[in-house]
């Protein structure tokens, strides 16, 4: 019946939209996302996804509804029955051992090369890049045709760039003239990511996401393994100053409110590490907040689509953790009992010192402020991690303001001179 069938193993981030979109824009082809995660295959089945992007739910449920995508935990038989095999499974930066803080995990990887190999009964496309599979095939007949298709969506708008990618890099066996690194054509290759340039160039309380730092870790990783230190430490210092923008950005905090928060209300608005996703992986609110519950802060937290739950697991693990399955989450009773989640951004606003804005959302900028500053302790601080909100209204309305990158509010000048 169907002209092809694709599993892909991974129902993440990436291997969910983009398997969505084919199945969506090839109503031939039978799309199967396969996971071990049973409770996210269940998600992607239900009316509710396990993860937010904008476009997304429309995508799937048309794609579902047709019937040439499915999502299953069974991931053996659509593995051996699949033409085409993408792998999408998590690479987390290791914890232990040889590289650990820098190599990326390769375990789950490794684990689902040697099943593909281990299941297989006829020759498939496998997209990406593994020399486990021949190795490990017991029936030399069997081929494996091994592509590489670097995923360059961004999330939040990984719908859209799914639609119209800046480019797509597809790579397979060595060549000979493959083998001459050209650094002009990686120069084009790197330039055309419209990424680079203004849209990315903005201030912030620090970069996330589950990619940005597992990559340049691992760049430093292998920098090292081939004698280029000075590269290392060039690469490895992006990461020091991300996490330095964090705790600067909380002594900020501290600093301006007369060098104690202890027992204060503080309101972080937002806590996915960037817009229109839910996604809270290495996001920088995680480190603000444990610095500000570090001074003893009191935390209302609310961000549109991440959890109560969410929020505390992440404040409960610790770093490198959040990719292993089996962590155990630890928060202290004290931390616990200092952390309220609200699913509405004016109640967690209500009675506290400071507002904290650590994640772009459109909406936070369309909030009634007047009504807020009104329920507020005074003086009443904002310090907007994203530059977000519109900072001449707000010190209109009496708000001290602490915006990054932005001449000093005179009051908060004041405190530091
Ligand atoms: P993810 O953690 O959201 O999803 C990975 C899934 O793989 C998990 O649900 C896990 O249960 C599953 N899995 C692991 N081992 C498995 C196995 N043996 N069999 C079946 N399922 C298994 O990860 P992600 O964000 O989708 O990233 C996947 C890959 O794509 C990573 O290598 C990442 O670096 C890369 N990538 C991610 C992004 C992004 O924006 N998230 C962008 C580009 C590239």
Known sequence: MWALKIACIGAGYVGGPTMAMIAYKCPDIEVTVVDINEARISAWKSD????????????????????????????????????????????????QGVGAGKAADLTYWEKAARMIATVSTTSKIVVEKSTVLRRNCRDPSIH????????????????????????VLIGGKETVSGRRADVQQVGHAIGTDSRIGHKFLNASVGFGGSCFQK?????????????????????HSVVHINNYQKQRFVGRII??????????IVTVLGFAFKKDTGDTRETPAIDVCKGLLNDNAQLHIHDPKVSEAQIRQDLATSPFQWDHPGTVANC????????????NAVDACKDSHAIVVLTEWKE????????????????????????????????SLGFIVYALGKPLDPFIQ???S
């Not at 494996?144 to 480019?167: C, H, K, M, Q, V």
């Not at 600093?255 to 204060?264: D, L, Q, R, Y």
Request: with cysteine; proline share 4%.
């Open 48 to 95: 509710i996804l396990p993860i937010y992007e904008p476009g997304l739910d429309h995508i799937v449920k048309a794609a579902r509804d047709r019937g040439n995508l499915q999502f299953s935990s069974d991931v053996t038989k659509h593995v051996a029955a699949a033409d085409i095999i993408f792998v999408s499974v998590n690479t987390p930066t290791k914890v």
């Open 144 to 167: 494996f045709e091994i592509l590489s298709n670097p995923e360059f969506l961004a999330e939040g708008t990984a719908i859209a760039d799914l639609e119209s990618p800046d480019r």
């Open 215 to 235: 990559d340049i870790l691992n760049l430093v990783y292998i920098c090292e393994t081939v004698g280029l230190q000075q590269v290392a430490d060039y690469w």
């Open 255 to 264: 600093e301006a409110m007369f060098n104690t928060i202890s027992g204060k």
């Open 332 to 343: 202290k009773a004290a931390e616990r009992d200092s952390i309220r989640v609200f699913d």
């Open 364 to 395: 936070f900028a369309k909030y009634d402020y007047t009504a807020i500053w009104d329920t507020m302790v005074k003086p009443a601080f904002i310090f907007d991690g994203r530059n977000v909100l519109d900072h001449d209204h707000l010190r």
């Open 414 to 416: 004041r405190i530091y």
